[in-house]
């Protein structure tokens, strides 16, 4: 079965501090992992994918397959990073988006 | 604004009537998806389209559901008989060369009575 699990409904930090969205997977074969992110009244849009490696707004994930987990890090969280973070798999290819529950993140000043 | 469209962006309806939702996807974008949100949950998966052909269904799709995409340009989401469990989020996506991109709409706030 394919499954994203994101175990923090909300994560609040104060500006400046490191964060770590978690991210863990369930899936059979070899997924396409993404955290995509959706701002306050903006729509869902895609932050970074695994096989990339690139940084986007300071954000890196990596996959690690023995822990299937993909968690995204900052280490110095920004007020305007403030957003609801989906870590999402993909079978690859043209599939679907298992998507997670998703994580609040709310940066304080 | 050159990206997803869905219309309309709210719909309350009453409990066994019919609904039909509208998406535009990016222009020239062979594949599009929906999906539903509902409060407190990620996006899940309902239809994939590649051009006009119906690829994909979840198990969600129950027979009151219906997804169309004639001529491979826009696509339509009708739920028929509607009941207040299908009071969600209702996502369109579209994709074009890069197999792994989605592109979001806004979506539509479905909500029954």
């Known amino acids: 079965a394919q499954r994203v699990t994101q175990p923090e409904k909300l994560l609040s930090v104060f500006k400046g501090a490191p964060v770590e969205l978690k991210c863990n997977y369930s899936y059979s074969g070899s997924p396409e992992l993404f955290w995509y992110v959706q701002y306050s009244r903006q729509r869902l849009q895609l932050l970074l994918r695994?096989?990339s490696r690139e940084s986007i707004k300071g954000f890196t994930a990596d996959l690690n397959k023995g822990e299937t987990s993909f968690h995204l890090k900052k280490p110095f969280a920004q007020e305007e990073d403030s957003a609801m973070y989906y870590c999402?798999?993909?079978?690859?290819?043209?599939?679907?988006?298992?998507f997670g529950t998703g994580t609040r993140l709310l940066v304080s000043p | 604004d050159t990206g997803v469209s869905q219309n309309p962006r709210h719909k309350i309806t009453k409990r066994g009537q019919n609904v039909t939702f509208r998406c535009d996807p990016i222009s020239e974008h062979n594949r599009l998806y929906w999906y539903r949100q509902t409060l407190g949950q990620g996006p899940e998966f309902l239809t994939y389209?590649?051009?006009?052909?119906?690829?994909?269904k979840s198990r969600l799709l129950s027979d009151r559901f219906s997804a169309e995409r004639p001529k491979g340009s826009f696509s339509t989401l009708e739920i028929q008989r509607t009941e207040q469990g299908d009071s969600a989020m209702y996502l369109c996506?579209?994709?074009?060369?890069?197999?792994?991109?989605?592109?979001f709409g806004p979506g539509t706030r479905l909500t029954v009575t």
């Open positions: 695994h096989i």
């Open positions: 996506a579209s994709g074009g060369g890069r197999a792994y991109e989605q592109y």
């Open positions: 999402a798999l993909s079978g690859g290819g043209f599939q679907k988006l298992v």
């Open positions: 389209f590649q051009n006009e052909a119906q690829l994909e």
